[in-house]
């Protein structure tokens, strides 16, 4: 059976460093609130004119190829999670291969919401599980800060912009992506999404005027779906596969609010040290957060570990996945 495996990850985070105190310059919010309620103590924002999700997408997959040593017309596929891509069309993941001299394969966006990097991953898995793909890479990028409104308290504390890449490829080996499980509630629409700018209701003056080309989150809805639903299809995955939180080297669940993260973390019985957590300095990048952990405790992952990814969002859309980690730590 051939299996998917990740066989190495890049991240990428713009340079600016929005703190909390600088937030609580533009609207009524204290560090104190936002840490004890989010979580959160920073985020990296694109600042440059002119520069979209490729912008951080470029330079994770560049490094991806460079740490990896694989040439740009090896890779048959890109997948690219994003609810910010640079335009409605066409796709960003094409234009992240153009800059990337990526001209033998084929890709495409997909919007998940903040699911966006495990529905890629779990679609990438199917490209490479069918033989019929060699290299595949799985982008999450994201300019989150190109949809939040930085004067409605409620939202703009929460997001940040950053990217992370993984390279797919074929092994025949117990590793690799092993069992997943993916779902989704339209009901969700209601509670997160952005009024315009889709074909619904295109930009007009009064879009603009009405603010809603906006991030729009009912905050608390939210929360209780995401604390349940992922705890609920991460006990699923993981009561199939036999797995405990004995033999489970890490979970890494989505980081949205520390307060999710706990709340999972504690209704699956795992203790802290096994959940991977980094959403204070990164704040929630949407389709960048997995990647960005993995990327962070790459050097602490052993070659089939069993790790567990789980996400909530925007759809809705939720999920988990159990993996084989394929590599010890590389010099
Ligand atoms: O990744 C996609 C999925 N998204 C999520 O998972 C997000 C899920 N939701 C959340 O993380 C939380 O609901 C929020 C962080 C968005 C909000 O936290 P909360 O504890 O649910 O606060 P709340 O919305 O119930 O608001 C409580 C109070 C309100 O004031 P009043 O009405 O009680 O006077 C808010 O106006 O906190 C106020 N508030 C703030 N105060 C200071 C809201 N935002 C802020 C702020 N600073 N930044």
Known sequence: MIRAAITGIEVYVPDYILTNEELSRMVDTSDEWIMT??????????REEGKGSSFVGVRAVEQLLKKTNTKP????????????????FPATANIIMDKCGIRNGFGYDLNAGCSGFLYSLVTGTQFIESGRYKKGIVIGAEKMSSIVDYTDRNTCCIFGDGSGAVLLEPTTEDIGVIDSQLLSDGVGAAH???????????????????????IYQEGQAVFKWAVSKMSDVTEEVMKRNNLTVDNVAYLIPHQANLRIIDAVGKCLGFPPEKVMVNIERYGNTTS??????????????????????TTFGAGFTWGAVYLKWAYDPKE
């Not at 309620?37 to 694109?46: L, P, Q």
């Not at 997995?290 to 405790?297: R, V």
């Open 37 to 46: 309620r989010i979580g959160i103590k920073e985020r990296h924002i694109i």
């Open 73 to 88: 017309e090896e890779i048959d596929f890109v997948i690219c999670a994003t609810v910010t891509p640079d335009y409605q």
């Open 192 to 214: 997160l999404h952005q009024k315009a700018g889709g074909s619904v209701k295109p930009a007009s003056h009064e879009t603009i005027d009405n603010r809603e080309h906006f």
């Open 288 to 309: 960048a957060t997995l990647a960005l952990c993995l990327h962070e405790w790459e050097n602490k992952l052993r070659k089939g570990d069993n790790l567990v990814l």
